[in-house]
T-cell receptor, first 109, second 114 residues
Framework: DAKTTQPNSMESNEEEPVHLPCNHS???????IHWYRQLPSQGPEYVIH???SNVNNRMASLAIAEDRKSSTLILHRATLRDAAVYYC??????????FGTGTRLQVFP | NAGVTQTPKFRILKIGQSMTLQCAQD?????MYWYRQDPGMGLKLIYY???????DKGEVPNGYNVSRSTTEDFPLRLELAAPSQTSVYFC?????????????FGNGTRLTVT
């Protein structure tokens, strides 16, 4: 399974943009990049996914490097409710979805 | 929509006891998964299923069993509980295999074995 590397923790102030990086240098051509987040005492929640092009949805944006060896999850205006652990995961055409340890985002008022 | 429902929310077991963690989804998803999450750690895949009657091992299957008799239900069985199985257990489902199908998670079962 291809691996991802994320910083252990990041901090942001409320209403500022947040850029959460993820390295995936061993990504293969058909792997999708998925992001999930886990709020305290809850199950993980799907955020966004993409293959090659940048993606936007109501929760976030996903910027994918041209060589696809890295990606960045962008929260345009962080709120206190965005404080969570964010997981970057590569999803291929097998049945498994392997999580790493993620990035813990703290948001300060 | 209920989504993925897990019961119970909390449970305390004594060493050697058995129990079944229940998971049900109402989205007609074929694919279902069981993960465990130890304190401060990421999720580890225990077992998964690609449809009724089909199950397979994940990263950490030892000490657990699963069955999938219907599309909706995917129970996880602990036969002889051990302290190492103290964890939060998450069930998830997805519409299809791989690629761009996101997982939908339940809110977890917090299990303590003493």
């Amino acid at each position: 399974d291809a691996k991802t590397t994320q910083p252990n923790s990041m901090e942001s102030n409320e209403e500022e943009p947040v850029h959460l990086p993820c390295n995936h240098s061993t990504i293969s051509g058909t792997d999708y990049i998925h992001w999930y987040r886990q709020l305290p005492s809850q199950g993980p929640e799907y955020v966004i996914h993409g293959l090659t092009s940048n993606v936007n949805n109501r929760m976030a944006s996903l910027a994918i490097a041209e060589d696809r060896k890295s990606s960045t999850l962008i929260l345009h205006r962080a709120t206190l409710r965005d404080a969570a652990v964010y997981y970057c995961i590569l999803r291929d055409n097998t049945d498994k979805l392997i999580f790493g340890t993620g990035t813990r985002l703290q948001v300060f008022p | 929509n209920a989504g993925v429902t897990q019961t119970p929310k909390f449970r305390i077991l004594k060493i050697g006891q058995s129990m079944t963690l229940q998971c049900a989804q109402d989205m007609n998803h074929n694919y279902m998964y069981w993960y465990r999450q130890d304190p401060g750690m990421g999720l580890k895949l225990i077992y998964y299923s690609v449809g009724a009657g089909i199950t397979d091992k994940g990263e950490v299957p030892n000490g657990y069993n699963v069955s999938r008799s219907t599309t909706e239900d995917f129970p996880l069985r602990l036969e002889l509980a051990a302290p190492s199985q103290t964890s939060v257990y998450f069930c998830a489902s997805s519409y299809s295999i791989g690629f761009d199908s996101p997982l939908h998670f339940g809110n977890g079962t917090r299990l303590t074995v003493t």
